[in-house]
C-alpha cells in the first residue's frame, strides 16, 4: 500500500502510522470490551477531567496543527478530543463492531486521532492532504461533513477520511475482511512503539486477525 504525506503538511510535523490487516468483523467482542475498553474507560471516568484534555501534550500539538491550517478545532473536534470528553462526561461509547471499537481504544489509549477503514473501498494511492474550499462528504452519523481547511484521506476517488469524521463510502461494515487502521501523530509520540503495541493488539484481539502490512510515513 503506498502512502504519502504533501510537504507542507510534513513541515508541521504530522506523521501517518497505518496498519493493514485481515480478519473476520464481529457485532460484539466481549473479549475487546472485558479485557480492554471497560478497565480503560472506568480509569479515564475515575481520573481525567476536561482540563486534562486541555493541558494533554499530544492533544494540544493536534489542534495546533488544526489552527495553522485554518480550521478551528473547537467546532471541528479530533475524534481523539470528542472521544475523551464522551468517556469523563460519563456518556459511554457507542458499540459498533470489533475493529471501530478496538480502533476507539487505540484513539483513547495514546490521545490520538484514529480511523479505521474498508481497504476493499479504497483506490489507489492514499495521500494526506487538505479539504479545498466548499468541500464536504457524507459524514458517518452525519449528512455531510465540511472539509474544507481539514486534514483528508485521499484516493484516487476523493477523500474519505479525516482525523475529525470520516467518509460513509469506506466505513467499516460487519462484512469487512481487510482493514486500515490509521493513525494521525502530530509530534511526541513514539510511533514504532505505538506500532508494535498495534499489531499485537489486532492479532490478539480480531477474529483470526493478521497484521498484512505496517508503515509510518
Keep these: 500500500m503506498k ?3 504533501e ?3 510534513k513541515k508541521l510535523g504530522v506523521t501517518l502510522a497505518y496498519t493493514v490487516v485481515e480478519f473476520e468483523n464481529e457485532t460484539y ?11 480503560l474507560l472506568q480509569t479515564i ?6 482540563e486534562r484534555i486541555k493541558d494533554d501534550e499530544a492533544m494540544i500539538a493536534t489542534k495546533k496543527v488544526y489552527r495553522a491550517l485554518g480550521k478551528d478545532p473547537a467546532r471541528f473536534r479530533p475524534s481523539s478530543d470528542s472521544l475523551w470528553r464522551r468517556v469523563i462526561q460519563k456518556k459511554g461509547l457507542y458499540q459498533i463492531n470489533s475493529l471501530v471499537d478496538l480502533n476507539n481504544y487505540f484513539s483513547l489509549k495514546y490521545k490520538l486521532p484514529f480511523g479505521s477503514y474498508d481497504a476493499a473501498k479504497i483506490a489507489g494511492e492514499i495521500r494526506l492532504g487538505v479539504g479545498q474550499e466548499g468541500e464536504s462528504y457524507s459524514g ?3 449528512k455531510a461533513v465540511n472539509i474544507e481547511n481539514l486534514m483528508v484521506l485521499i484516493d484516487a476517488a476523493g477523500a474519505f477520511g479525516s482525523p475529525t469524521s470520516d467518509s460513509t463510502r469506506a466505513m467499516i461494515s460487519d462484512h469487512t475482511s481487510q482493514g486500515l487502521i490509521v ?11 505505538m506500532q508494535k503495541d498495534i499489531a499485537v493488539l489486532v492479532e490478539s484481539y480480531l477474529k483470526n486477525g493478521k497484521v498484512v502490512e505496517q508503515g509510518i510515513v
Design 45 to 50: 471516568e475515575e481520573k481525567d477531567s476536561i
Design 7 to 9: 510537504d507542507h503538511l
Design 183 to 193: 493513525g494521525y501523530l502530530f509530534g511526541g509520540t513514539d510511533a514504532a512503539a
Design 3 to 5: 502512502v504519502v504525506i
Design 140 to 142: 458517518i452519523g452525519k
Design 29 to 39: 467482542s466481549e473479549k475487546i470490551w472485558q479485557e480492554l475498553l471497560n478497565p
